[in-house]
């Protein structure tokens, strides 16, 4: 689904929509648009794909005291909901149809795995990350045997979460020459994940998706004013 399909759907629907769940899905369904825009730059694609992403999973009420795990843990739990929802199997077919080659390639990528870079960092406890790299590649392969979508995507996440701290962080060059695949790869699945992951959340309003951060707030009248502003 493309932006303007998912805009109209949202159009439709959003009246029937708890107002968290509106104002995730508006968020997402902006930075989808925005992205679509982005063909031949696939930094700036990716960017403004996880802020999508990002809008569809943060939740207020868990917020922890180490972030990253925090984020991880939100994202996990939201990725598990997805699955349990997909009643039509469209994340399977991403994963499955779509982007088994580069899903494969990203997770045999040492440069998007946190505990590598922990390591090169000299932080304790990671100088035996080889291993568990190796382990976490077994296990995957194991998974896409058994055609695990949740912990495909759970793990296919965590790399793409690896990528983005780079990014953000200053860590890599715009449009640099160095691991250019990844970033390639990680836009695509990402511009085909997304609006599925939107998709998959106006067929549910229902669903407990979280409290999104920093919600629209109405602010008093200023003296002289008719109008309220919104933050």
Known sequence: MRHAELKS???QLRDGFPQEVSLRVHRAISWIGRAERETQDHDAAFIFLWIAFNAAYADERDVDSDRSLGDRRQFVELIDRLVAHDDDGRLYGVVWDRFRGPISKLMENRFVYRPFWLNQN???GNDDWARRFRSSAERFVRAMADRDTAYVLRQVFDRLYMLRCQMMHGGATWNGKVNR?????AADILRVVMPVIVD???DNPEEDWGQPFYPVVTAPAQRGSTRADRI
């Open 122 to 124: 000299g932080i304790a």
């Open 200 to 202: 998959i959340m106006m």
């Open 9 to 11: 759907k949202q159009r």
């Open 181 to 185: 695949q990844q970033v390639r790869d």
